[in-house]
């Protein structure tokens, strides 16, 4: 498909349970900047929860938009076929 850019995902989605990991520079970069973040706000108790909650929506909201679709996996599909009676 000519003139479509192809979209390079920052976060794949775990084997198992719910949830992404980095694969690309940058979704390591944003990971450590909300590690950072997390890290000052710790130092301004006041500013804790509401912080803690605005910079994790912030990482949900990326890992979203430029990681694969999440869902609740177990592992291949392939191998729990496998092992059926």
């Given at each position: 498909?000519r003139g479509v850019p192809v979209k390079?995902?920052?976060?794949?989605?775990?084997?198992?349970?719910?949830?992404?990991?980095?694969?690309?520079?940058?979704?390591?970069?944003?990971?450590?900047?909300?590690?950072?973040?997390?890290?000052?706000?710790?130092?301004?108790?006041?500013?804790?929860?509401?912080?803690?909650?605005?910079?994790?929506?912030?990482?949900?909201?990326?890992?979203?938009?430029?990681?694969?679709?999440?869902?609740?996996?177990?592992?291949?599909?392939?191998e729990t076929t496998k092992n059926a009676?």
């Amino acid at each position: 498909m000519r003139g479509v850019p192809v979209k390079k995902l920052w976060f794949k989605a775990k084997k198992y349970g719910w949830g992404w990991y980095p694969v690309t520079w940058q979704g390591w970069a944003v990971l450590l900047g909300y590690v950072a973040v997390n890290f000052l706000l710790a130092m301004s108790f006041i500013l804790l929860i509401p912080g803690v909650i605005i910079s994790t929506s912030l990482l949900i909201y990326i890992c979203w938009r430029t990681g694969e679709r999440p869902s609740w996996r177990w592992g291949d599909k392939k191998e729990t076929t496998k092992n059926a009676p």
